[in-house]
């Protein structure tokens, strides 16, 4: 079994090699002037070894303990009590996944959007109250025109196409982000779909648009500015919970519980300045699946994940 070498210099001996292993600690000193012939034994404390080239093996394949893979199977694990009231999803792989099939990234914005159909009503029937789903960042405004101009019409479109489904299915639309920034057109058609489910008693669908995670921090840190210089709020109130009333899931009667599942897709670990305050005690889901591949099976095992997690809160297990 391989182990990891340290040189110590010990005294008159000249150097020691220290070798760790999983099994035992392997201590061989030598002296200075009688190495082994071997180099990566006892390397000379004057010639060191020559760092790798890179400190990933080509190509990258993600660590088997910082990355593992989810199981496959959760029916044997211990079961969580406590029901599920919140998800986030960050909806990512739509570009890759089209790249995979030699055409442009539209058409894997447009397949995806049967992925987002598919999860809405994986919620609906999970009887959540809160579907938080990453549509558009912040960041996203950087790409090239007729790519951002493209998501809009689309935008516009699933509005249109999806409204008369969520009546059916008595949900409630928000949307949080900076929506100044959309053009008129899909600002206009998110409010009339706002206005026409506020009555919906059901999930609330929250859709991320021109969102970003710092951003929202900033606007609800002004906000409490001008409350205190306008005397309607005391410093000495401001705690967490004063706080979070100011971000864009906060602050009415529809206020939404932290995410206590947040699922990525596409295989990346990051959370890309999405919910950040939110996200402090959220339990993670990581899928390989690209986003217009996603499932209702693949949503429900995300479930399942979540069901086996222990959630402490910082406090010791009872």
């Known amino acids: 079994m391989r182990g990891y070498t340290v040189g110590i210099f010990n005294g008159s001996l000249g150097l020691s090699q220290v070798s760790f292993n999983r099994a035992d600690i392997l201590i061989k000193t030598c002296p200075y002037k009688n190495h082994p ?3 990566e034994i006892c390397p000379s404390p004057l010639s060191p070894p020559a760092p790798p080239s890179s400190p990933f093996p080509t190509p990258y394949t993600p660590h088997p303990i910082l990355h593992p893979a989810p199981p496959s199977d959760f029916s044997t694990f211990p079961r969580m ?3 599920l009231r919140h998800i986030a999803v ?4 739509n570009g890759r996944w089209a790249k995979s099939k030699g055409l442009e ?3 894997g914005h447009r397949q995806g959007t049967k992925a987002t159909v598919a999860t809405v009503e994986a919620g609906v029937d999970l009887g959540l109250e809160h579907l938080t789903l990453f549509v558009f960042s912040s960041e996203n405004w950087q790409r090239p025109k007729i790519e951002v101009d493209y ?3 689309l935008l516009v479109e699933m509005v249109a196409q999806e409204l008369p489904h969520l009546m059916e299915k008595n949900v409630r639309l928000k949307v949080i982000g900076n929506l100044e920034k959309l053009p008129e057109k899909p600002r206009k058609k998110l409010q009339e779909a706002i206005d026409k489910t506020a009555q919906n008693s059901g999930m609330q669908l929250n859709l991320a648009i021109s969102y970003g995670g710092r951003a929202e921090i900033v606007n609800a840190a002004q906000k409490i500015a001008l409350a205190v210089a306008s005397g309607k709020l005391e410093v000495a109130s401001i705690d967490e919970r004063e706080f979070s009333k100011y971000l864009d899931l906060g602050g009415d009667f529809n206020t939404a519980p932290d ?4 699922i990525r897709t596409g295989g990346e670990y990051r959370l890309s300045n999405y919910l950040l305050w939110q996200a402090a005690y959220s339990e993670f889901f990581v899928s390989e699946v690209l986003w217009p591949n996603w499932t209702k099976d693949d949503f429900n095992k995300a479930v399942e994940f979540y069901k086996t997690r222990k959630r402490r809160f910082g406090k010791v297990e009872e």
Not at 90 to 93: P, T
Not at 259 to 262: E, G, M, N, Q
Request: hydrophobic share 40%.
């Open 37 to 39: 012939t071997s180099p």
């Open 81 to 83: 009590q406590k029901p």
């Open 90 to 93: 960050i909806m990512d792989g």
């Open 105 to 107: 990234r539209f058409f």
């Open 151 to 153: 998501l809009m019409g």
């Open 259 to 262: 995410p206590d599942l947040i």
